[in-house]
């Protein structure tokens, strides 16, 4: 099976930036997604990684290195509306779509 | 606008009752996927189907059971209802290459 870590709480400032880290353990890699979920709302996708490095989407940057199971998302000018949960999820090979997802990181954005 | 939706919002029935939950996406995807999502414990696949009567438990499938009689519906039955399964229950859909699964809104139910 795989194994998924993420902090379970993180609190940052309104303007800053927040690193959010996941590492993981599986084998048959075939990507990793990193979801938002407000409070009482359904998750909503907001990256993918298959290979090494970064991927900048705005805002949000997702980070992946294979050898290390590792992967962070990057949130740049912290808004309010970005206290969220963050959900990282890890696709192994042979498993058709489906995802494995981590217990997730509750981010609280403060004044 | 891509749509996955859920029958009920919130639901409460009673231990031993038969409990159905349905979800319809208009995505004409062909992977439907059911979740938990409890405290502590996040997501956790229970079934998913990669097409029309197709299904394969996920992680946690003691309980419960999948129907897939048509594409573009997905029913959760729990066959005797349990207070161990009041839970937030999530459906979604991909596409089988697509990165990104698609939720619906939720049920949560509540066995008393």
């Known amino acids: 099976g795989q194994n998924i870590d993420q902090p379970t709480e993180m609190t940052a400032t309104e303007g800053a930036i927040v690193q959010i880290n996941c590492t993981y353990q599986t084998s048959g890699f075939n990507g990793l997604f990193w979801y938002q979920q407000h409070a009482g709302e359904a998750p909503t996708f907001l990256s993918y990684n298959v290979l090494d490095g970064l991927e900048e989407k705005g805002r949000f940057s997702s980070f992946l290195s294979r050898s290390k199971g590792y992967s962070y998302l990057l949130l740049k000018e912290l808004q309010m509306k970005d206290s969220a949960s963050y959900l990282c999820?890890?696709?192994?090979?042979?498993?058709?779509?489906?995802?494995?997802f981590g217990t997730g990181t509750q981010l609280k954005v403060e004044l | 606008d891509v749509k996955v939706t859920q029958s009920s919002r919130y639901l409460v029935k009673r231990t031993g009752e038969k409990v159905f939950l349905e979800c319809v996406q208009d995505m004409d995807h062909e992977n439907m996927f059911w979740y938990r999502q409890d405290p502590g414990l996040g997501l956790r696949l229970i079934y998913f189907?990669?097409?029309?009567?197709?299904?394969e438990k996920g992680d946690i499938p003691e309980g419960y059971s999948v129907s897939r009689e048509k594409k573009e519906r997905f029913s959760l039955i729990l066959e005797s209802a349990s207070t161990n399964q009041t839970s937030m229950y999530l459906c979604?859909?991909?596409?089988?290459?697509?990165?990104?699964?698609?939720f619906g809104p939720g049920t949560r139910l509540t066995v008393l």
């Open positions: 999820a890890v696709r192994v090979t042979g498993g058709g779509n489906k995802l494995t």
């Open positions: 979604a859909s991909s596409s089988p290459m697509g990165h990104e699964q698609f």
């Open positions: 189907s990669y097409d029309v009567k197709m299904k």
